[in-house]
C-alpha cells in the first residue's frame, strides 16, 4: 500500500472537515476522491501533500510516516485547480524548479525538462511565459512540473476544475493515458462522477467528513453501499422502497396479473435528451423514471396516457438499495 | 486588460462632459502641484547659477545634503526589510491582537511628525528619557545625533512598504509558495525564488515612495535633531534655516535638489516598470 491514512481528523473551527478518517490508497493506481463541495476530500489531498495539517490520525507515504513532515520533504507533486504557475518564469523554468531546488547538474536538468515538455506536449511553448498560455496548456505544464522531480505519488486537486467542458473531457482522457505510460501513484479530488468513473481505477467516495465507500467504479455503480453513494454516482428513481437506476427498470404495455414485484400505472411525461428517451410513469402515488433506448422507445409505442407495467429487472437487485427513510424524510 | 480596454473605448468618446472634467483636473494640478513647484525651480535659477553653486561650495550645506542622503538610505533600508517581514506576517499568517498590529501601523501617517519627534524625546531623550541614560551611559546618544534623526524617519515612513506590499500578497495568494514547497524548496528559497519576484514592483514602489518620504522629513527630524550646525542638521532643516534669514536664494536652490531627487526616483520607477501590468 502506498498511501496509508490513518484516523486522521481536521477540524477548522467549528467546521468538521475530516472525521476520523482511515484510507489506502494502493501503489501505482489511479485513485479518485470523490464526493460534493466541502465533503473534506480536499482536507484530506493537502494533507497527504503536507499543506494543512491533520488534527489527529497519521500519514504514511511508502511505507514512510510522513505525518509531522513538512511538504517540502515528502517527494509528492501537487497540481492545483488554478496551476499555480508562476508567473514571472517561463514554462521551461517552471518544469525546471523542482529540480534546480534539488541541485541537479545542468545537463541532467535539460534532458529531463526536455522530455517533460514532450511528454505534455509543450516542446513549442517553453519560452513562453504562462501567462501566454491557455488554461489546459497551463495545467499540462503543471503537471509537468509536478512530475519532474519524480515524485513517489502525484496530488491532483480538481485539477480540471478551472476549464471549459471540451477542454476538460480532453485532458481526463489524456490524463488517463499518462497515467498509463507513466505509472506513478496519482490521487485526484473530484466532485464530478462521470470523471472518476471515467478516470480513476479506485475510488473513495467522501461525505461531510467520512468515507461513505471505496471501491473499483464499477463496484460502485453496481453495488452501492448506501443510498447517498448510489444517488451520488448516477441518476436514480424510487420503485416501492427501493432505489434504482433508472435503466434498470423493465417497461411492459398493458395490465399485468398480481404480481407484487410489478406496478402498474400510466405514463405521464416523456422527454428525448440525444439518443435517450425519459418516460415518467405514475402509479400508486408514485412517480417512476425510465429511460430507455430511442429503439426500445418506437418499438414499445409508448404515450402520454399508455398503461404499462413496471419492475425492477431482476438481474440487477444487487445495484438497488433500500431508501433511507431518514433521508427521505429530510427531502 | 481586455475588460479595461473596452471601458477606455467606451470613455474615449468624445463628449462636453469629458472636455469639462480634463479642463478642471488640469486647472487645479497647475494651480496646486506644477506650478509651484515649478516656481521653486525658476527662484532656485533667479541669480543665474550662482545660488547653486553657493550652496554647493558651502562646507555646512554639504554636510547636511550628505545626512540627509545617508539617513534616508539608512531607513529605507531598514524599513524595507521591515516592511517585507511585517508584510508578510499580516497577510500569511493569523495570530491575536493582529487587527490592532494592522491599526498601529497607521500611526505615523496619522500622527503628526512633530508629535513622533516628542515621543521619541521623552523615550530616548539622553537627561530625562524612559531609555535614554541607559543608553548614553553605554555610549550611544540618539537624541540630537544621526540614530535618533534615522529613527524618526523611519517612524514616519514605516507604512509606506507595508501598504504598498500587503495588497499585491493578498492579490496573488499563497498557491505558487505552496507550490514551490511541494516541489521541495524550503522557506527561504520560497522566498527568494518565488514571494520575492512576485512582489518585486510592490517593494519598489514602496522603496520610492519612502525615499521621497525619507528626504522630505522635516518635522519630526526637527525636534530629535537638535539642529546643530555641520553636524545634525539635514536638507530640510538648511532650506527652514536659511529662508528665515533671508537667503532666499539658498533656500530655493537647496529646495530644489530635494525635488529633483525625489522627480528622479519617480522618473526612474516608470521607466523601468514593466508596459505590461501583472
Known amino acids: 500500500m502506498s498511501i496509508e491514512i490513518a484516523n486522521v481528523s481536521k477540524r477548522f473551527g467549528n467546521f468538521v472537515a475530516l472525521d476520523d478518517v482511515s484510507v489506502s490508497i494502493p501503489s501505482g493506481r489511479l485513485t479518485a476522491l470523490l464526493g460534493p463541495s466541502g465533503g473534506g476530500k480536499s482536507t484530506l489531498l493537502r494533507i497527504i501533500a503536507g499543506l494543512e495539517s491533520a488534527d489527529s490520525g497519521r500519514v504514511e507515504i511508502e511505507g514512510l510516516d510522513a505525518t509531522n513532515l513538512p511538504p517540502q520533504r515528502r517527494n509528492v507533486g501537487f497540481v492545483f485547480q488554478h496551476y499555480a504557475a508562476f508567473k514571472h518564469l517561463s514554462v521551461w523554468r517552471n518544469v525546471a524548479f523542482g529540480l534546480e531546488i534539488r541541485r541537479r547538474p545542468k545537463a541532467e536538468i535539460r534532458s529531463r525538462v526536455e522530455e517533460l515538455l514532450a511528454l505534455v506536449h509543450l516542446e513549442q511553448f517553453a519560452d513562453r511565459l504562462p501567462s501566454q498560455l491557455s488554461g489546459g496548456q497551463r495545467q499540462r505544464m503543471a503537471l509537468a512540473r509536478a512530475l519532474a522531480v519524480q515524485p513517489t505519488v502525484l496530488l491532483l486537486d480538481e485539477p480540471f476544475g478551472a476549464l471549459d467542458a471540451k477542454v476538460r473531457k480532453e485532458l481526463r482522457e489524456w490524463l488517463r493515458r499518462l497515467h498509463d505510460e507513466v505509472h506513478v501513484t496519482t490521487v485526484f479530488v473530484t466532485h464530478d462522477q462521470e470523471e472518476a468513473l471515467e478516470v480513476a481505477d479506485e475510488i473513495v467516495v467522501i461525505n461531510e467528513g467520512r468515507i461513505e465507500q471505496i471501491g473499483s467504479p464499477d463496484e460502485l455503480y453496481d453495488r452501492p453501499a448506501n443510498d447517498f453513494v448510489m444517488r451520488f454516482l448516477g441518476p436514480v428513481t424510487q420503485l416501492g422502497d427501493r432505489l434504482v437506476r433508472p435503466h434498470d427498470v423493465q417497461i411492459q404495455v398493458g395490465e399485468g396479473k398480481e404480481d407484487p414485484a410489478e406496478v402498474t400505472g400510466r405514463v405521464t411525461r416523456v422527454t428525448r435528451v440525444g439518443f435517450e428517451i425519459r418516460v415518467e410513469v405514475t402509479g400508486n402515488d408514485q412517480v417512476v423514471t425510465v429511460t430507455l433506448t430511442r429503439n426500445e422507445f418506437l418499438a414499445m409505442d409508448l404515450q402520454v396516457g399508455t398503461t404499462v407495467r413496471v419492475r425492477i429487472a431482476p438481474e440487477v437487485h444487487a445495484g438497488t438499495v433500500a431508501v433511507d427513510q431518514a433521508q427521505l424524510l429530510a427531502t | ?278
Open chain 2, 1 to 278: 486588460m481586455a475588460d479595461r480596454r473596452t471601458g477606455t473605448a467606451v470613455h474615449n468618446r468624445p463628449g462636453p462632459a469629458r472636455h469639462v472634467l480634463r479642463l478642471v483636473v488640469t486647472v487645479y494640478l497647475v494651480l496646486l502641484v506644477a506650478w509651484p513647484v515649478a516656481l521653486v525651480g525658476r527662484n532656485a535659477f533667479g541669480n543665474g547659477l550662482t545660488d547653486l553653486e553657493g550652496i554647493l561650495n558651502d562646507p555646512d550645506v554639504v554636510h547636511a545634503l550628505r545626512l540627509t542622503v545617508t539617513v534616508a538610505v539608512t531607513a529605507v533600508l531598514i524599513n524595507t526589510v521591515f516592511g517585507v517581514g511585517i508584510s508578510l506576517l499580516l497577510v500569511r499568517y493569523d495570530f491575536p491582537g493582529k487587527r490592532l498590529l494592522n491599526a498601529l501601523l497607521d500611526v505615523p501617517l496619522s500622527v503628526s511628525p512633530i508629535v513622533v519627534g516628542l515621543a521619541l524625546v521623552l523615550v530616548y531623550g539622553g537627561r530625562s528619557g524612559w531609555f535614554g541614560p541607559t543608553l548614553e551611559s553605554a555610549g550611544f546618544q540618539v537624541i540630537f545625533a544621526t540614530p535618533g534623526i534615522v529613527l524618526a524617519t523611519v517612524f514616519v515612513a514605516l507604512p509606506l512598504v507595508i501598504r504598498e506590499v500587503v495588497p499585491v500578497l493578498q492579490e496573488v495568494g499563497d498557491e505558487q509558495e505552496q507550490a514551490a514547497r511541494s516541489l521541495g524548496a524550503g522557506a527561504v528559497q520560497t522566498f527568494l525564488r518565488i514571494t520575492l519576484p512576485t512582489i518585486k514592483w510592490g517593494v519598489v514602489y514602496g522603496v520610492v515612495l519612502s525615499l521621497a518620504r525619507s528626504l522630505g522629513e522635516f518635522g519630526a527630524v526637527k525636534v530629535v535633531s537638535g539642529n546643530v550646525l555641520g553636524q545634525t542638521r539635514t536638507a530640510t532643516l538648511v532650506v527652514e534655516e536659511k529662508y528665515l534669514n533671508f537667503d532666499k536664494g539658498g533656500a530655493y536652490a537647496t529646495a530644489l535638489l530635494l525635488t529633483l531627487v525625489a522627480v528622479a526616483a519617480i522618473i526612474v520607477v516608470s521607466v523601468l516598470r514593466p508596459k505590461e501590468p501583472r
